[in-house]
């Protein structure tokens, strides 16, 4: 199953903020860019290795979805710097949840720059501190590693039990 989000929507988001990004000189947009442009290159390797990030997967393509309809490449003027900002917040926000389970699930030398790229921006920016409170850190450092390590301990459980 292929993840929610259309390819060409990841695609014209990735454009979008690379333009913002450029335009504004802001981190915010370059990391979202480079974000959505691995979950476009990744679709299938995502829709095999993200079932805990559901959630934020739907949440994202909403997103991506108003953010798309509302700054195309066509609409004139842009947003404001806040505005592209708050978005890719938003979207790093979700992309670093998913992007999480999939290196948990993976390894790390499943990652691409882009993951890479936007995982170390969500571990060292100072905006997303684990025990900070909030569901974003609650789930990346908490929940996430122990439902994927649930998983594959009960996996490996039945494997054995099948073997015997």
């Known amino acids: 199953m292929p993840i929610p989000i259309p390819n060409a929507l ?9 333009r913002y990004g450029d335009a504004f000189d802001d981190v ?3 990391v979202c860019c480079r974000g959505l442009q691995a ?4 679709q299938e390797t995502y829709a095999a290795f993200t079932r805990a990030s559901a959630d934020f997967m739907r949440h994202l393509h909403t997103e991506l979805c108003e ?7 066509s609409v004139q003027p842009g ?23 999939k290196k948990l699930r993976m390894g790390c030398t499943g990652l691409c720059a882009g993951e890479e790229e936007l995982m170390a921006f969500f571990e060292g920016s100072g905006y ?3 025990g900070d409170g909030t569901l974003v850190t ?4 908490a929940q996430l590693p122990a439902r ?5 301990l009960e996996r490996t459980e039945n494997a054995v039990r099948s073997a015997v």
């Open 10 to 18: 990841l695609v014209e988001g990735g454009d979008l903020f690379a």
């Open 28 to 30: 915010f947009a370059r």
């Open 39 to 42: 979950l476009a290159a990744q």
């Open 67 to 73: 953010f798309t309809a509302q700054y195309s490449l």
């Open 79 to 101: 947003p404001s710097l806040a505005l592209v900002q708050e978005a890719a917040f938003c979207m790093i926000e979700d992309m670093a949840l998913i992007m999480r389970e």
């Open 128 to 130: 997303w501190k684990a």
């Open 138 to 141: 609650d789930v990346y450092y």
């Open 148 to 152: 994927v390590l649930h998983e594959l």
